[in-house]
């Protein structure tokens, strides 16, 4: 039989080989399956394709052209790739079912573009961007969609780069880094104000953020830090010192832009795509639709085995883009034990006015597939 073949990067992907429902090593639901190829960072007159365009720009004005691109990488990778190849713990909560969609026990939908740095150093590259779509469980709002982009930057320092600074090596990558992603955040807003934050990696050390100052909050743009030395040494780089950095383009396109709501990316209407050309970083997106949200609001009783994000694919897979957000309003536990949440779940397309009878309808239907598949007791 003519299976749905798809192919990225010259792999060929069955759709039998990604969606087993049933099958308890597999949780890739339809929905994600549909994303997958569709490469949004590929077109050039796409916001996402547009960032990526720009950024590329500033490094090849920086480093004289020197940075390779890949951006055709398969995003279904092993669960080493993903994960071991960066040192994440055996542990660590990111390798969960929760949070990580698995295509089988040893298969996953990338989750960051870390997963290539590791084959990439091997290939013997030491300056590189991978660009790629990133899949991720997760709950729904307006900044929160299980697919989107991330730029993946990787530059490995020689042995004379490190001598001729006053620093020892691991202090030089860290303020070489730092001013780079300046200098990017520079060409790509203008002035604007940030800040660095420590935080924590497993594959970098030290390890940061760069907050940027936007419509009144601190939002994190990306994460990035010094390579652990374990990653440079299994994959030939014995003596020398590299950074990372992994940027979110949706965020900085949200900011870019003037996009409200993440889901847009994703829109094929022609009033969101016509407002879009190659080479013009941040022309303003015009809404062409503010149509009222509607909420409907579920209560029932969980069991051991809930969770928000098995809830939030749930809807994701009955109502697909007309849900803007699912949000905990009430929460309590009775004198017997039972715990109760209530969910207000927010409808709205960005396309069109819904009617009351089609929101009736998808509620009725998320009601009925949240009580039988996640096995709790509506109330
Ligand atoms: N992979 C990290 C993430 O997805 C970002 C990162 C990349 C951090 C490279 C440090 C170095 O959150």
Same mark, same amino acid.
């Given at each position: 039989?003519?299976?749905? &073949?798809?192919? /990225?990067?010259? $792999? *060929?992907?069955?759709? !039998? +080989? @990604?969606?087993?429902?049933? %099958?308890?090593?597999?949780?890739?639901?339809?929905?994600?399956?549909?994303?997958?190829?569709?490469?949004?960072?590929?077109?050039?007159?796409?916001?996402?394709?547009?960032?990526?365009?720009?950024?590329?720009?500033?490094?090849?004005?920086?480093?004289?052209?020197?940075?390779?691109?890949?951006?055709? &990488?398969?995003? /279904?990778?092993? $669960? *080493?790739?993903?994960? !071991? +190849? @960066?040192?994440?713990?055996? %542990?660590?909560?990111?390798?969960?079912?929760?949070?990580?969609?698995?295509?089988?026990?040893?298969?996953?939908?990338?989750?960051?573009?870390?997963?290539?740095?590791?084959?990439?150093?091997?290939?013997?590259?030491?300056?590189?961007?991978?660009?790629?779509?990133?899949?991720?469980?997760?709950?729904?709002?307006?900044?929160?969609?299980? $697919?989107?982009?991330?730029?993946?930057?990787?530059?490995?320092?020689?042995?004379?780069?490190?001598?001729?600074?006053?620093?020892?090596?691991?202090?030089?990558?860290?303020?070489?880094?730092?001013?780079?992603?300046?200098?990017?955040?520079?060409?790509?807003?203008?002035?604007?104000?940030?800040?660095?934050?420590?935080?924590?990696?497993?594959?970098?050390?030290?390890?940061?953020?760069?907050?940027?100052?936007?419509?009144?909050?601190?939002?994190?743009?990306?994460?990035?830090?010094?390579?652990?030395?374990?990653?440079?040494?299994?994959?030939?780089?014995?003596?020398?010192?590299?950074?990372?950095?992994?940027?979110?383009?949706?965020?900085?396109?949200?900011?870019?832009?003037?996009?409200?709501?993440?889901?847009?990316?994703?829109?094929?209407?022609?009033?969101?795509?016509?407002?879009?050309?190659?080479?013009?970083?941040?022309?303003?997106?015009?809404?062409?639709?503010?149509?009222?949200?509607?909420?409907?609001?579920?209560?029932?009783?969980?069991?051991?085995?809930?969770?928000?994000?098995?809830?939030?694919?749930?809807?994701?897979?009955?109502?697909?883009?007309?849900?803007?957000?699912?949000?905990?309003?009430?929460?309590?536990?009775?004198?017997?034990?039972?715990?109760?949440?209530?969910?207000?779940?927010?409808?709205?397309?960005?396309?069109?006015?819904?009617?009351?009878?089609?929101?009736?309808?998808?509620?009725?239907?998320?009601?009925?597939?949240?009580?039988?598949?996640?096995?709790?007791?509506?109330?």
């Amino acid at each position: 039989p003519l299976a749905a &073949l798809l192919e /990225i990067g010259g $792999v *060929k992907i069955a759709k !039998d +080989d @990604v969606v087993r429902e049933g %099958d308890p090593t597999n949780n890739v639901p339809d929905t994600i399956f549909s994303k997958i190829g569709l490469q949004l960072h590929r077109r050039d007159r796409h916001p996402i394709g547009i960032l990526k365009n720009a950024i590329y720009e500033y490094f090849d004005e920086r480093h004289e052209g020197k940075f390779v691109k890949f951006d055709d &990488l398969c995003p /279904i990778v092993s $669960v *080493k790739q993903n994960f !071991d +190849d @960066v040192l994440v713990p055996a %542990d660590h909560v990111s390798r969960s079912y929760n949070d990580t969609y698995y295509v089988d026990a040893q298969t996953v939908l990338r989750c960051h573009t870390s997963a290539h740095q590791a084959e990439i150093l091997r290939k013997g590259h030491t300056h590189f961007l991978v660009t790629g779509d990133v899949y991720r469980r997760d709950s729904i709002d307006s900044t929160h969609y299980p $697919v989107f982009h991330q730029m993946e930057g990787f530059r490995v320092f020689s042995k004379d780069e490190c001598r001729d600074s006053d620093m020892d090596a691991t202090s030089h990558a860290a303020a070489d880094l730092k001013k780079s992603l300046e200098g990017l955040a520079q060409h790509l807003f203008g002035a604007v104000e940030m800040r660095w934050v420590d935080t924590y990696f497993p594959f970098t050390n030290p390890s940061f953020e760069l907050e940027i100052f936007f419509q009144e909050n601190w939002m994190e743009v990306l994460g990035c830090g010094v390579t652990e030395q374990e990653i440079l040494k299994r994959n030939g780089r014995t003596d020398c010192v590299a950074w990372a950095f992994g940027l979110g383009l949706e965020r900085l396109a949200m900011v870019l832009f003037d996009i409200p709501d993440i889901r847009l990316f994703w829109s094929t209407d022609e009033r969101f795509t016509s407002q879009f050309s190659k080479g013009q970083l941040g022309a303003k997106f015009k809404p062409f639709s503010k149509f009222p949200p509607c909420y409907k609001d579920m209560s029932f009783w969980i069991n051991e085995s809930f969770t928000e994000n098995n809830l939030c694919e749930v809807v994701r897979g009955i109502a697909g883009d007309l849900v803007e957000e699912v949000k905990l309003i009430d929460n309590f536990t009775n004198k017997k034990g039972m715990t109760s949440h209530c969910y207000r779940i927010a409808y709205r397309s960005m396309e069109r006015s819904l009617t009351d009878d089609e929101i009736n309808q998808l509620q009725w239907r998320v009601r009925e597939t949240v009580e039988n598949k996640l096995n709790v007791t509506l109330r």
